[in-house]
């Protein structure tokens, strides 16, 4: 894997990588260039299967994991710790989990920011004298607002985030500052953009005594993320395609040691909210347009997964959010639930990549009095469904459909081996991608629409502080009628100071291509407007550094 590493928070060997949390790595012995070996990467991959399952009984340096301990670090959820922000470019990685050692107790200060200039141009059909032809905006006007399906990923959005932790090995307190905007570069104070304390929770991780089974377990108010595309991070679009918690409670980890080549593994959690909007509160930019509407909601989940022979993982998963406030259905409305069942397939295959994908059912009754507990491919609570998806004459009740996937591929680790290799020599990485949802609704508007999006993206490392890259997408909010759809091809310059350094410079041009229809959100709170015309033309530099 290519991925660029930070120290990770595991104390074992462990065979099954956190979600969010990298392996550590060592330089490897020997680096290859990729180009020079693609000739080579064609007839490997030919041979795949068979290679693939011969690793399995030929130790080389490539294979590190040894046999199938049990560390808590599961593999169907991402740790509350990381970053909840698109992926940055190039198949790098950030990890923001220190180490602590037995008995010890330590402070630890990790944090990650990606700030981008991002400009969208665009033209005036008719400018007056002293008006330039070409405009500039700045966010800019383009499809894909983070809670809809359209979102990407592909542009850049500022982001901080720091988190502080003390403990030990057995318990560690933590805390995360999040700002989704920088104060001294906006053009108005957005208080909702300045979440400050996101995150307050404790870890706890028992001295068992055993070799064969694990526990670990979070109290306090976090985010749990499930259905994860990438191998160590929430993947290209930067999105769970299952679904997302948000509240205080509990979740609680357990896996088992069967044999050397299985591992079980078990997760369930108990959040709620901390409060409710007001009856009487107006809805405006400062409290985030909250909808007092929307009653106290909670939600329980629970999953089940396995782990074979360190490279297949299967995941069963259920999440079920609620809200049984009379405040807020008063006393005619039925209570709002949203039921999630998904499933996904995790294929972890050494040098010939990594393999990921899910499905779920997700239905929604009455859903409207639902808060922002949960978040379907970010859509928050009920009213995130209604205006993504169900329209807002549904009253909340609906049934999405959704699938997604992901492959990982770094040819520079494909064709060194057997020598092991880490993303310390030239390399090439690309990752394909895509996701779809079918709604059926009691809006007829929104009834029997199909969602789909794809992408590819391709990231060649040539020099220690230079890569070049190259993504494309399309996206397709109505398979019916493609004249909402539109594309993106994003070429990419990255710098860094060194292979695997912790900082990066990207330098990326978006040609978006348009169909007649499409449409961008606008206003406050964000709607859809017909009349304003996107922008084709999105240049970014954006500023990245983890610790």
């Known amino acids: 894997m290519t991925a660029n590493s930070l120290k990770s928070m595991r104390t074992f060997s462990d065979p099954i990588p956190p979600r969010g949390l990298v392996p550590p790595r060592t330089r490897s012995t020997r680096g290859r260039s990729a180009l020079s070996s693609l000739a080579t990467f064609v007839l490997l991959f030919s041979s795949a299967s068979a290679a693939w399952a011969e690793d399995l009984d030929k130790p080389e340096e490539t294979q590190q994991e040894g046999p199938a301990t049990t560390t808590a670090e599961s593999p169907l959820s991402m740790d509350p710790s990381a970053p909840g922000w698109a992926p940055i ?282 808060g922002r507990i949960i978040e379907i491919f970010n859509a928050p609570g009920g009213g995130g469904l209604m205006e993504n998806y169900l329209g807002d004459q549904s009253r909340g009740n609906g049934e999405l459909v959704t699938f997604g996937g992901q492959y990982d591929l770094s040819i520079g680790r494909l064709v060194s081996y057997p020598v092991a290799f880490y993303g310390d020599g030239p390399d090439i990485v690309v990752s394909v991608f895509g996701a779809g949802i079918h709604v059926n609704s009691d809006d007829d508007r929104a009834d029997n629409v199909w969602k789909t999006k794809f992408g590819a993206e391709a990231t060649y490392s040539f020099l220690p502080w230079m890569a070049a890259g190259a993504r494309f997408d399309q996206v397709h909010p109505n398979m019916s009628d493609t004249r909402w759809s539109y594309a993106a091809i994003s070429p990419r310059l990255i710098f860094r100071t060194d292979w695997q350094s912790q900082d990066q410079l990207t330098l990326q041009y978006s040609y978006f291509i348009h169909g007649s229809q499409t449409t961008t959100r606008t206003g406050a709170p964000p709607k859809v407007d017909p009349t304003v015309n996107p922008d084709n033309h999105v240049v970014s530099l954006a500023a990245s550094m983890w610790w």
Do not use: C
């Open 89 to 370: 470019p190039g198949g790098t990685t950030a990890s923001l989990t220190g180490s602590t050692s037995e008995g010890d107790w330590r402070f630890g200060f990790h944090g990650f920011f990606t700030m981008p200039l991002v400009l969208g141009l665009n033209s005036r059909e008719d400018p007056e004298p002293g008006q330039a032809k070409t405009t500039i905006h700045t966010p800019p006007v383009i499809p894909g607002d983070m809670e809809t399906f359209s979102y990407t990923g592909v542009t850049p959005l500022p982001y901080a985030q720091m988190n502080i932790s003390y403990g030990n090995n057995i318990i560690t307190a933590n805390m995360q500052i999040v700002a989704r905007q920088a104060s001294v570069s906006m053009g108005f104070f957005d208080p909702p953009s300045q979440a400050g304390i996101n995150d307050a929770y404790f870890t706890i991780r028992p001295n068992l005594g055993s070799k064969k089974f694990d526990l670990k377990m979070h109290f306090g108010a976090f985010s749990t993320r499930y259905g994860l595309a990438g191998e160590y991070d929430q993947g290209r679009y930067g999105t769970p395609l299952l679904f997302r918690t948000n509240g205080v409670g509990e979740n609680i980890i357990a896996m088992l040691r069967v044999s050397d080549s299985v591992v079980l593994m078990a997760e369930q959690g108990f959040q709620g909210q901390s409060n409710k909007a007001p009856s009487d509160l107006v809805p405006d930019l400062w409290n985030g347009f909250a909808d007092a509407n929307q009653g106290s909601s909670f939600v329980n989940h629970m999953h089940l997964g396995v782990n074979i022979a360190r490279m297949v993982t299967l995941g069963l998963h259920y999440g079920s959010a609620f809200s049984r406030d009379d405040r807020a259905t008063g006393t005619l409305e039925p209570d709002g639930t949203i039921n999630v069942i998904g499933g996904d397939m995790r294929f972890s295959m050494g040098r010939f990549g990594h393999l990921y994908l899910s499905g779920s059912d997700v239905r929604a009754h009455y859903a409207a009095t639902v």
